[in-house]
């Protein structure tokens, strides 16, 4: 029984590839919020897998079976490749800087998964995590910036990968953890509902979206430039 939970929790791990693909048919037709939900519930398998792999002990009972590669693939594709091309295709900056751009976040990202220490000892991401899908999500349903506008703030978060800011790990922070984790829940359900309600734009989703998002710069600038490491 042990076995076959271990397996279903890596199944369920690999099933953010299904719905990667989803969001890959989405954005092929046109269909970016569609795409964008999609993408979601990749964020939130990724979210929540590994609190299964801790409960059912999936290293122990499987521990030919790397659940961690398995991981790196997906949160590859969904927090790179595709909001990559999905910036490309929703055509937030005009030709050619479309394609140079999505380059960019191509090539930084795969720079940064390969940093020694990108995580630190004390569980922060040094450097802007890759996380695109959430820069395109805030792109293209939140903000309503100018092309160039979405060009500068792709090349701002581009050049954040290589500066050394302690980022929060939500799900592993040791310092400010109940603050991370009830500012996680407050952004992820006001992204989500900015996603869901579009092309309407409440004015209280974006306060509480900007909101959630200045906590985490707060607790960034606070981890690396004033407090010690936790």
Known sequence: MAKILAWSVHVFTASGLLSAFMAIIAIDAGNFREAMLWLFLCLLIDGVDGTFARMFRVTEVLPHVKGQTIDYVIDF??????????????????????????????LVSALYYGLDGMVSDGMHFVGFPVMWNMVVLFLYFIFDFSPWGNAILILAFAILH?????????????????????????????????????????LWIWWVSVLTVSIYGLIAVLETYILPEA
């Open 77 to 106: 594709a969904t927090y790179a490749i595709i909001p990559a091309y999905f910036f490309y295709s929703a055509e937030l900056v005009p030709a050619p800087w479309d394609l140079y751009l999505t380059f960019a976040i191509l």
């Open 162 to 202: 290589f500066v050394p800011i302690k980022f929060a790990y939500p799900s592993r922070a040791r310092r400010f953890k109940w603050v991370i984790l009830i500012n996680t829940i407050l952004c992820l359900i006001s992204v989500f509902l900015a996603v869901w309600l579009y092309p309407e734009r409440p």
